[in-house]
């Protein structure tokens, strides 16, 4: 299991991030940058979150983040995992709600550190 986030210079990666402040890509986005926290926020389809550049997969970020939470739908959530795992990542965080039995099936089949239906700015300070 992937250990709570306590050190602050680590990268995260947030896929799901988003300009909308209604949710939660954005208000976890904003959270983890108030606490003081290296975030890259991805979205395929954002130019800027918050007025900082996104990118759109992190096979597009300059250094690899040491956590990736993923604030997105639970089907699009295992296909990325898996593309990730894939490229030799396996530190993954899922908020709730990107979560599924099938998502945790095939966790439970790799050597991937993970948290499922926590979150991350419950667990961060």
Same mark, same amino acid.
Do not use: H
């Given at each position: 299991?992937?250990?709570?986030?306590?050190?602050?210079?680590?990268?995260?990666?947030? %896929?799901?991030?988003?300009?909308?402040?209604? !949710?939660?890509?954005?208000?976890?986005? *904003?959270? $983890?940058?108030?606490? @003081? /926290?290296?975030?890259?926020?991805?979205?395929?389809?954002?130019?800027?979150?918050?007025?900082?550049?996104?990118?759109?997969?992190?096979?597009?970020?300059?250094?690899?983040?040491? %956590?990736?939470?993923?604030?997105?739908?639970? !089907?699009?959530?295992?296909?990325?995992? *898996?593309? $990730?795992?894939?490229? @030799? /990542?396996?530190?993954?965080?899922?908020?709730?709600?990107?979560?599924?039995?099938?998502?945790?099936?095939?966790?439970?089949?790799?050597?991937?550190?993970?948290?499922?239906?926590?979150?991350?700015?419950?667990?961060?300070?």
């Amino acid at each position: 299991m992937l250990k709570l986030v306590r050190d602050k210079k680590i990268k995260i990666a947030l %896929i799901g991030a988003s300009n909308d402040n209604s !949710k939660f890509g954005y208000k976890i986005y *904003k959270n $983890l940058l108030s606490k @003081g /926290y290296d975030v890259t926020p991805i979205n395929p389809k954002e130019i800027l979150i918050d007025g900082v550049r996104s990118i759109k997969n992190t096979k597009l970020m300059k250094s690899r983040p040491d %956590i990736i939470n993923f604030v997105i739908p639970p !089907k699009v959530a295992l296909e990325e995992t *898996k593309k $990730l795992e894939d490229n @030799g /990542y396996n530190n993954f965080w899922f908020q709730p709600g990107s979560e599924s039995s099938e998502l945790i099936n095939y966790l439970e089949t790799t050597n991937s550190d993970y948290l499922v239906n926590e979150c991350i700015m419950v667990e961060t300070n």
